[in-house]
């Protein structure tokens, strides 16, 4: 029984390893002018540097001079799967853009397109058909004082949103109050995907569980980190607080680490109570991993409507986290039950863990 265990401990983590990274994201803010139309696109650099090679000396590396010198083809690229549809029909972009990299890894690319007398405009993506199946973008059209007009999440199934500028045509209140329940629907089911897909969140919280009998300890273990996760995540979200993804993502490996030497070395000797704390500072740097999804898709840049994408997609992550937790918690504490399996569970569980936290922080370190 007890090489069965390991051995299902084992595969988990081998899948946990090869499926550590979540679908690509990437947002698309359409500004309607008068006379133009400003697009300011942002995808993740290493979702665009699949199609427009940026590291042409093979270092690993990508030095400012790489991307500098790849501006061109990255506009290029854009420019051909990006279609901005005026009165229905496809509007040529001028010449005039700016592409920047920021901190978190993102290019950000802003386009203008002539426009003029128009009574309806739209955006198709067609460059979702070249990324990865479940890559989404989210695409909000406003117009020139920044009131939001239409907004999408778009994927292959479907890739156009389209709004009619005459006001008088659909209520105001019906609109928005249409673009807000399909906002707080698209980002809830993100943040469900997201903790779904975010193993190594996941195995944190296993690390932090697994030492649990009961159910009060485990309540106030989730409690904790829901918490703290939801703090950091605001702030991160609404730009109170800002922190590169380069330091974020391998921090969040290294609690992955400590908590399990914790569960080797400390044992029994650990109360809830200092589990708790733990839980809750840890919680604070995975809250910023968390916001990593809404920076990816440029959602912490808008300026209005940020607080439903926000709250939505918090929501989304505690449903899964609770979902997952109300499976794998009976699970444990039934394995605890049995004193043979219960004598290898953490242990066994602990050094998995490290192993994972430790190719992670690897992966995100010297081998990023």
């Known amino acids: 029984m007890t090489r069965k265990l390991i051995g299902i401990l084992f595969l988990l983590a081998q899948w946990q390893l090869a499926m550590a990274h979540p679908p690509g994201l990437s947002s698309a803010d359409l500004i309607v002018k008068p006379d133009l139309i400003d697009v300011n696109i942002t995808f993740a650099t290493q979702d665009i540097e699949a199609f427009v090679p940026m590291d042409k000396d093979q270092d690993a590396e990508v030095s400012d001079a790489e991307m500098d010198a790849a501006v061109q083809q990255i506009v290029h690229f854009v420019v051909a799967e990006l279609v901005v549809l005026g009165d229905g029909k496809p509007i040529k972009a001028k010449t005039s853009h700016l592409v920047k990299f920021d901190k978190q890894n993102n290019v950000k690319i802003d386009l203008n397109y002539p426009a003029a007398s128009l009574t309806a405009v739209g955006f198709q993506s067609k460059i979702l058909e070249k990324f990865p199946e479940d890559h989404k973008q989210y695409v909000t059209i406003k117009d020139s004082n920044g009131k939001e007009l239409a907004k999408k999440m778009l994927n292959r199934q479907g890739n156009t949103l389209e709004v009619n500028l005459n006001t008088s045509a659909t209520p105001e209140s019906a609109a928005a109050e249409s673009h807000s329940s399909s906002t ?30 009961s159910f009060w300890p485990a309540i106030k273990i989730i409690t904790f980190f829901t918490i703290a996760h939801s703090i950091t995540l605001a702030l991160a979200g609404l730009n ?39 839980t809750f500072v840890f919680g604070l740097i995975h809250g910023f991993g968390f916001a990593g999804v809404l920076r990816e898709m440029g959602i912490s840049s808008i300026e209005t409507g940020i607080l439903v994408p926000l709250f939505s997609f918090n929501l989304g992550v505690e449903t899964g986290q609770i979902a997952v937790a109300s499976i794998v918690l009976p699970l444990i504490w039934w394995l605890h039950k049995n004193e043979k399996i219960s004598r290898y569970l953490v242990p066994v569980g602990s050094v998995l863990t490290i192993l994972a936290g430790g190719y992670w922080l690897l992966e995100r370190t010297v081998l990023g």
Do not use: M
């Not at 089911?189 to 649990?212: C, M, Q, R």
């Open 184 to 213: 707080f629907t698209d980002f809830l089911k993100l943040g469900i995907e997201h903790i779904l897909t975010g193993y190594d969140h996941l195995l944190f919280l296993f690390s932090l569980l697994v030492v649990t009998r």
């Open 240 to 278: 109170i607080v800002d922190i590169p993804s380069n330091i974020v993502e391998p921090l969040i490996a290294a609690t992955i680490v400590y908590v399990g030497l914790e569960n080797i070395i400390r044992k029994d000797k650990v109360t809830t109570l200092q589990r708790c704390i733990l």
